[in-house]
């Protein structure tokens, strides 16, 4: 049975990870997260009692914890997602966006490097440091038919962007000077099921709901590839498992959407599934607002190395996941 740590496993795409190990693959689970504003341990409630699960609430910066940590548990690998992801708060606060992305990478690949030297050669042959990113280290792309590859370079737009870029960068370095074996995957924008309710989807659905405005920057019309987390979770365990040592892996949904566009989904879903009391259209709550600064026009992600080397695609098709999405979130309210 493999022992993973996953960092960051009570936020939105760590929790469907730990979720996915545990259930579906067998794995027990050391999640270790600090519980910023963003992580709830109600999003493991299916997991929460299972025998190969544990949690340790535990900040990333404490090396020696963490160095503990995995010797007590004896861990095969690291799959490392905590971090500070919100655009918008890393353009008002990018302090933050550097502790936990930037010195927390670095705290948690050197634990990992002398938890990783001090094992037999069987067991140091087996383990593997997997960190996942984002694809917006890439930047942006023109309103045309290109699309981000591992070997696209990097262009970091934001705060958060060049933080994340900063910790890959740290990744390969540890890999290349130091032999950690390595695995990296860049990921697109992510939807489904238990989403914290400041990105666009949860958001939208959330204020529909509660007959709120709808915020949608400048014209609507940045363009971004959205992926389940559901399917991301898939392919994460997959690179962690079967990935190359030292590679990167872009994961994208083949589901490339304008901002507006998926609001006026949502609008459309939700008139069909909870109507508004006074008849309306929920597309009348829209509200244009100033845009973002520094806003990526674009972003669409190059799978096919993923899936002609692993055999990876997305099973959720954009419609019926939102769809979906929808559903849960009606639940709440």
Not at 8 to 25: E, Y
Not at 150 to 167: G, I, L, M, R, V
Not at 179 to 195: A, E, F, H, K, T
Not at 220 to 240: P, Q, T
């Amino acid at each position: 049975m493999k022992r993973i740590l996953v960092t960051g496993g009570a936020g939105f795409i760590g929790s469907a990870l730990c979720i996915h190990l545990v259930k579906d693959l067998g794995y027990r689970v050391i999640n270790v997260d600090k519980l910023t504003y963003a992580g709830r341990l109600s999003n493991l409630d299916d997991i929460a009692s299972h025998p190969n699960y544990a949690f340790h609430q535990l900040d990333i910066v404490d090396r020696g914890s963490l160095l503990d940590l995995m010797q007590a548990e004896k861990i095969d690998g690291v799959m490392h997602l905590a971090a500070e992801s919100h655009v918008d708060r890393s353009i008002e606060g990018p302090g933050e966006f550097i502790v936990t992305n930037v010195v927390g990478t670095f705290h948690l690949l050197e634990a990992a490097r002398a938890y990783h030297a001090s094992l037999p050669v069987e067991q140091k042959n087996g383990f593997r440091f997997h960190h996942i990113s984002t694809d917006e280290v890439y930047g942006d792309l023109p309103f045309d038919d290109s699309k981000f590859t591992e070997t696209t370079p990097y262009n970091p737009s934001s705060p958060y962007s060049a933080s994340k870029a900063s910790s890959d960068f740290l990744v390969q370095a540890w890999h290349h000077t130091y032999g950690l074996p390595v695995v990296i995957s860049n990921c697109s924008n992510n939807y489904g099921p238990r989403q914290f309710p400041e990105k666009l989807i949860p958001l939208v659905i959330n204020n529909a709901l509660q007959g709120k405005p709808l915020p949608v920057y400048g014209n609507g019309m940045n363009v971004r590839d959205w992926l389940h987390v559901e399917d991301h979770a898939e392919a994460l365990a997959l690179i962690f498992q079967k990935g190359q040592n030292g590679r990167c892996y872009n994961v994208g949904g083949d589901a490339e959407r304008a901002n507006i566009d998926i609001v006026k989904s949502i609008c459309a879903l939700l008139d069909q599934k909870r109507p508004r009391n006074d008849g309306k259209s929920h597309a009348e709550l829209i509200s244009y607002v100033t845009d973002r600064l520094g806003h990526d026009r674009r972003y669409a992600i190059d799978f096919s190395r993923l899936r002609n080397e692993l055999g990876w695609k997305p099973k959720h098709s954009f419609e019926q996941g939102l769809s979906d999405t929808i559903d849960w979130y009606m639940k709440i309210y």
